[in-house]
């Protein structure tokens, strides 16, 4: 079978019933993979499920691959539709390092779980969207892991266009779930620190109604922030994926000093609208000069203040996405050639 006859289901779990909101990034990175995968004539689908059930219907003799986001499938389920469709390669995917397995045992020990599947099976993988994942797992269980990055599909040829902050209002944007290993209270730290040292009026945009873990987060930030008549902090609620990115294209910089990452879907947003972002070692397809200590806060703020000044910025991110997006598809190919 050609890639041109491959046919490909790409499964999240659909906890709000609809497409396209933000707050279900596993929904919006598999379209986007989707969409890379169909623009190389792969016939690639995405497909909302909420249950072991759900998957199995979407399926039929014509699918050749599936791949399912993040491990939350029981185990029996698993070895159920493996034997039940032996001709259709399927693939659990992992889109957290290691480090943010620490919130999900339960996680942890389906991948374990699953680990024994493939083994026992032709036609069954575990995979990660993370290289240091796979990397990882191979090593401490000697066992394979399939790596599928997280594709970003570029809807343009080049980033927009911005002019550099010079004066007024700075709005700076720390988005995603309010979860300790985003280091949020860094990022808000060192926003102060860059509207202090430019006196700078500052809007800082921090995402708020989902909080996993990290409840006291948005209170410390707003302790930080009280009477501080320069800075503004506004609480943005969550959005579909195509408003996120019109709030992310109102910004002059992003901020993401994550402890773990595997991906970040919210910096390769800024990229796509031409904002640069202040990131972590973690996210390791950004340039390197976007990135910061994620411990130092002034470092942050310096690495923020540089990016803001340097008119070549969304060119660098955008060159070090498409790299990613190159080599992520050499990955995937290998995987759906197999």
């Known amino acids: 079978m050609s890639l041109s006859e491959k046919r490909v289901i790409l499964a999240y779990k659909?906890?709000?019933?609809?497409?396209?909101?933000?707050?279900?990034?596993?929904?919006?990175?598999?379209?986007?993979t989707a969409k890379v995968l169909r623009s190389r004539g792969i016939a690639a689908e995405v497909v909302p499920v909420v249950n072991a059930a759900d998957l199995s219907a979407s399926l039929d003799t014509s699918v050749s691959h599936a791949v399912v986001s993040a491990p939350w499938i029981p185990t029996a389920d698993w070895q159920r539709m493996v034997t039940h469709y032996p001709n259709i390669k399927f693939a659990v995917n992992c889109h957290s390092n290691v480090g943010f397995l620490q919130a999900d045992a339960n996680g942890v020990k389906l991948v374990r779980e699953a680990m024994e599947i493939e083994r026992g099976t032709w036609n069954f993988h575990v995979a990660g969207n993370s290289s240091k994942f796979c990397n990882w797992l191979s090593s401490a269980y000697q066992a394979p892991c399939t790596y599928l990055p997280n594709l970003y599909h570029l809807d343009q040829a080049a980033p927009i266009s911005r002019p550099l902050f010079g004066g007024g209002t700075l709005r700076i944007g720390a988005f995603g779930a309010t979860r300790p290993l985003k280091n949020f209270m860094s990022a808000a730290g060192a926003a102060i620190d860059i509207a202090t040292q430019l006196k700078a009026d500052l809007e800082l945009w921090l995402s708020a109604g989902r909080t996993e873990g990290g409840g006291c987060i948005l209170d410390a930030v707003r302790a930080m922030t009280?009477?501080?008549?320069?800075?503004?902090?506004v609480q943005s609620g969550w959005q579909s994926w195509p408003s996120f990115r019109t709030t992310v294209r109102h910004m002059h910089l992003l901020m993401q000093p994550s402890y773990t990452e595997s991906f970040n879907m919210v910096t390769a947003d800024g990229v796509a609208e031409g904002v640069p972002s202040v990131v972590s070692s973690a996210i390791d397809w950004a340039p390197d000069h976007w990135?910061?200590?994620?411990?130092?806060?002034?470092?942050?703020?310096?690495?923020?203040?540089?990016?803001l000044a340097d008119p070549h910025a969304p060119a660098d991110g955008l060159r070090a996405l498409t790299q990613h997006n190159r080599e992520g598809l050499d990955a995937w190919m290998s995987h759906l050639s197999s």
């Open 291 to 307: 990135k910061a200590s994620v411990d130092d806060v002034r470092d942050i703020a310096r690495v923020g203040r540089y990016l």
């Open 14 to 32: 659909n906890f709000a019933a609809n497409r396209n909101i933000s707050h279900i990034g596993l929904g919006v990175a598999a379209m986007n």
């Open 226 to 233: 009280a009477g501080l008549p320069h800075v503004k902090l």
